[in-house]
Structure formats: structure tokens, C-alpha cells
């Protein structure tokens, strides 16, 4: 099976920080994501890279960079985190074509 | 804009009756249509995709596409508590990068023992 990790399931980190979530994935796949999902929003689709040192905006790339340097691992960073950014960050991995495989979830709380 | 919309729910159903997911999409040119179940404080897992228009089915669960009602449903037989979640419509659209895809804000199942 396709498997997408996520480096830490929880995380708090304090107002201005610069954040790291990290994303590896074990099946050879081009295309990778970041969502973030919040009660009532849904997922919302931050950045996606489908090669690697490629990227493209999602819907709410404010606030947010990524990093893509090998093709297995895929950073999502909050340059300096804002309370607003407290949220599930969810990671995902993919063929071209297929359905995405999800990592387990980061819930980050900025305090 | 492109859109997923379903009935955010809840959906209550008894066990063992059909609990039957619906999805529409609004871009007439999608090709691929996804269903994901998330359990509450988990992340979305695969359970169907369909590609063509009709049934698919896959043990309890069908996946049913129209593709000129722009249309998806997701019907699960014999509901079990353990089908309590939520179930994600996701739609691969036209026009854009083939490899992404747009998801609807859910549909809350429960299935009541």
C-alpha cells in the first residue's frame, strides 16, 4: 500500500514562528498536495507540486511557502505562523489520474 | 467557479437499510469522480472511484455516475455503525491540471445500532 507520512501529529507553536510540516511519500508519485481542512470550510487546497522542484498555488497559498527537492518528500512552511493558521494540514500523494493517497494529519495550534 | 456540492447532512439511517450519498458537480467536462470516508479526527481514506457512466460496485458499495445530470451518488447496503463518517465527493475537472482534484464539504453519515 501507498504510504504518506506526516513528521509530527501534533504541534503548537507560538505567534511569529516559521513553521516546517513535512510530507514523505513511498510510492514513487509525481503529484503531492497540502490541504487544510477546518469545520464548516472543508479542504481547502494550500499548494500542489506534481514534479520535482515544481509548485503551483491552491486556493489559499497566503501566508505559506513549499519546498520540493526530491520527489519523495513535499514541505509545506508557514513563514511566520498566525493564529489563523491553527487548522488540520493534511498531506496527500498521487498518480496522474488516480485518487489521492492522504498522510494521517498534522493539527497544528499557533498560540 | 468550479464547484462540488453535497448535502452536508447529518444522514441518519437504522442499520441495515441503504444509506445513499449524493453529489453534484459543475463542470460538465469531468472525467474522474472520487468517494472518500473520513472518520472524525482521522484523514480522508479512498473507498470508490468511477470513470463512466453507470454502476460501479465493490462489496456494499455502489457508485453510481450520470454524467448529463452532472451527477455522483454513493449508495452503501446493509449500513453498519461502522459506516458512521463522513463521505468526501471528489471530482477530477476539466480545464486545468488534470491531476487535481476538487472536493464537495462533506456529507455526515450516521447509522444508528
Known amino acids: 500500500d501507498v504510504k504518506v507520512t506526516q513528521s509530527s501529529r501534533y504541534l503548537v507553536k507560538r505567534t511569529g514562528e516559521k513553521v516546517f510540516l513535512e510530507c514523505v511519500q513511498d510510492?514513487?508519485?509525481?503529484?503531492m498536495f497540502w490541504y487544510r481542512q477546518d469545520p464548516g470550510l472543508g479542504l481547502r487546497l494550500i499548494y500542489f507540486?506534481?514534479?520535482?522542484?515544481?509548485?503551483e498555488k491552491g486556493d489559499i497559498p497566503e501566508g505559506y511557502s513549499v519546498s520540493r527537492e526530491k520527489k519523495e518528500r513535499f514541505s509545506l512552511i508557514l513563514e511566520s505562523a498566525s493564529t489563523n493558521q491553527t487548522s488540520m494540514y493534511l498531506c496527500?500523494?498521487?498518480?496522474?489520474?488516480?485518487?489521492?493517497?492522504f498522510g494521517s494529519g498534522t493539527r497544528l495550534t499557533v498560540v | 467557479q468550479k464547484e462540488v456540492e453535497q448535502n452536508s447532512g447529518p444522514l441518519s439511517v437504522p442499520e441495515g437499510a441503504i444509506a445513499s450519498l449524493n453529489c453534484t458537480y459543475s463542470?460538465?467536462?469531468?472525467?474522474?469522480f472520487f468517494w472518500y470516508r473520513q472518520y472524525s479526527g482521522k484523514s480522508p481514506e479512498l473507498i470508490m472511484f468511477?470513470?463512466?457512466?453507470g454502476d460501479k460496485e465493490d462489496g456494499r458499495f455502489t457508485a453510481q455516475l450520470n454524467k448529463a445530470s452532472q451527477y455522483v451518488s454513493l449508495l452503501i447496503r446493509d449500513s453498519q455503525p461502522s459506516d458512521s463518517a463522513t463521505y468526501l465527493c471528489?471530482?477530477?475537472?476539466?480545464?486545468?491540471?488534470?491531476?487535481?482534484?476538487?472536493f464537495g464539504k462533506g456529507t455526515l453519515l450516521t447509522v444508528n445500532p
Open positions: 496527500a500523494s498521487s498518480a496522474v489520474g488516480f485518487g489521492y493517497t
Open positions: 510510492m514513487d508519485h509525481e503529484n
Open positions: 507540486s506534481y514534479d520535482v522542484k515544481m509548485k
Open positions: 463542470d460538465r467536462g469531468s472525467q474522474s
Open positions: 468511477i470513470y463512466s457512466n
Open positions: 471528489a471530482v477530477n475537472m476539466s480545464g486545468g491540471s488534470n491531476y487535481k482534484l476538487t
